[in-house]
């Protein structure tokens, strides 16, 4: 048998039987026009379903023991374009032979494997609307320690825009990430860095980040040396180069303090690298500043979308806070969330 059907246009409300029956939600609105083909050799079907929605929405929920459960308002927004279509096509295949044959059951199948493939994975649907060679639109990468929206991150996110405006159903929910490893020593150094900008009466700017430590220089040994003390006690530096000899074999050479007026500093870098070490290490660091930063990604990110990419502000949402598992050292990744525009966060 070969075989083409073609419907156009048909209201979809009195459907709602069949819909309550696989989907647990009646048919709220909107037409369907359909183009079939099948083709049946040796019992075995081949088929193709265009599938044509225009201003589809679901209604209310009802009781249907064999529902499919999936998000299908995200499905469906996920689905329908700027001008309220949805178009798809719906391959099928079977045995017609088969004792447990049933066309209803092959057809729903193949629209159910759709929108799992949909909903599983919904960044990859929204990427594909823009083409190939796009990746990752969920995940945000920030410098460890930092909420400063980088470059490259800049540039995805005016894809998700993009992708948004094709499809203005779905919104975007921010959730902010930290990784506490990673980011905390990343805060900790970024302390350690200003108090020795402070004790070399190094004035910055505000929002402005200390320089990396010189750790040749005179002036910031005798720095590292005083924040020493000041930390732990004015033994504390004999006991942190008692320690380092013992570890590293060999007698520590220390900045001379007179000559340290003069410019003159140790040459011994790997002492003065341990106890900037040391300092980042013990340094004290409240969990509420990590929480802090995962928040302040969040919000870097849902402003970019807005005042950068042109998402309107009632499509961005922020989500939650939450600390990551293991995370590459370069980069720790705040994630997005798709959902439908109106549902709570």
């Known amino acids: 048998m070969d075989l083409r059907t073609v419907f156009r246009n048909v209201e979809m409300v009195p459907m709602t039987p069949y819909s309550a029956t696989f989907a647990g939600r009646k048919i709220a609105s909107g037409r369907l026009s359909l183009d079939l083909e099948y083709k049946i050799k040796d019992g075995k079907l081949e088929g193709n379903n265009k ?30 374009d700027a001008d309220g279509k949805i178009n ?19 057809i729903w199948q193949a629209i159910a494997t759709v929108i799992k493939n949909i909903v599983t994975a919904p960044f990859r649907a929204l990427g594909a609307l823009l083409g190939g060679g796009v990746t990752k639109l969920d995940a945000i990468a920030f410098d460890p320690g930092s909420a400063r ?23 975007v929910i921010v959730d902010g990430r930290y990784q506490q490893a990673v980011d905390g020593k990343a805060l900790r150094e970024e302390k350690v860095r200003r108090e020795l900008a402070a004790e070399q009466k ?34 504390a530096m004999v006991q942190f180069t008692a320690e380092f000899e013992n570890k590293a074999g060999r007698k520590a050479k220390r900045v001379n303090p ?11 870098r790997e002492l003065y690298e341990a106890l900037f070490r040391r300092l ?3 340094h004290p660091l409240p969990g509420a500043e990590l ?18 990419a042109g998402v309107d502000a009632a499509r961005v949402a922020l989500g939650k806070t939450e600390a990551t598992g293991d995370a590459p050292q370069d980069t720790i ?13």
């Open 51 to 80: 599938v044509l929605l225009d201003k589809f929405t679901l209604g209310e929920r009802v009781e249907a023991p064999n529902a499919l459960h999936l998000p299908l308002d995200l499905a469906i927004a996920l689905l329908t």
């Open 258 to 268: 007179a000559l340290a007026v003069f410019g003159k500093g140790s040459d011994d």
């Open 88 to 106: 798809v096509a719906v391959p099928v295949s079977g045995d017609v032979n088969s004792p447990s044959f049933s066309y209803g059951h092959l």
């Open 202 to 235: 190094v004035k910055l700017a505000p929002g402005e980040e200390p320089g990396p430590v010189a750790i040749g220089d005179a002036r910031t040994q005798r720095a590292l040396e005083k924040l020493m003390a000041a930390r732990s006690g004015k033994d």
């Open 149 to 171: 929206v980088l470059p490259t991150e800049l540039d995805k996110l005016k894809k998700v825009a993009e992708a948004l405006q094709k499809r203005p159903q779905l919104k």
């Open 291 to 308: 929480d802090a930063l995962g928040r302040q990604r969040a919000s870097a990110v849902s402003r970019t979308l807005v005042e950068d």
């Open 333 to 345: 990744e705040t994630k997005l969330r798709l959902d439908v525009l109106g549902a709570k966060p």
């Open 280 to 282: 980042v290490e013990s």
